[in-house]
């Protein structure tokens, strides 16, 4: 495992929801000493924006968004082998494993290493 503590944010910049969430989670990150980077069209204080080409090696890309945004975000992790966490931000969401618990519970088991959990915080 890196010594250094990276994740990937992929983020629907058009839902507001997505981007209020992602923006409570990088501060909870951040705190924790992860190194945050997206290559979504928003700004967040503390995450770093890069194109995909420059995405760096992660622990994780954690999805908040509906299913489109799933889909671009499995394009970014299909050869680079990281797992993809998809956090339901839209209406349906057939795809995303966890369906909006607490950002303050997705932070904790990311922290913790224990994915797991999120299977039972909603």
Request: net charge negative.
């Amino acid at each position: 495992m890196m010594s250094t503590r990276r994740a990937i944010l992929v983020i629907n910049a058009t839902r507001p929801e997505a981007v209020q969430a992602a923006t409570t989670l990088a501060a909870l990150l951040i705190k924790e000493a992860f190194e945050l980077f997206t290559s979504s069209a928003v700004e967040i204080s503390g995450v770093a924006t890069v194109s995909v080409d420059h995405l760096p090696e992660a622990e994780i890309v954690i999805v908040l968004g509906g299913d489109g945004t799933i889909l671009r975000a499995a394009e970014i992790t299909l050869s680079r082998n990281i797992p993809l966490l998809g956090i339901n931000m839209g209406h349906v969401g057939f795809m995303a494993e966890v369906n909006r618990p607490t950002i303050a519970a997705i932070a904790e088991c990311i922290i913790g290493s224990n994915y797991v959990c999120l299977l039972y915080t909603s």
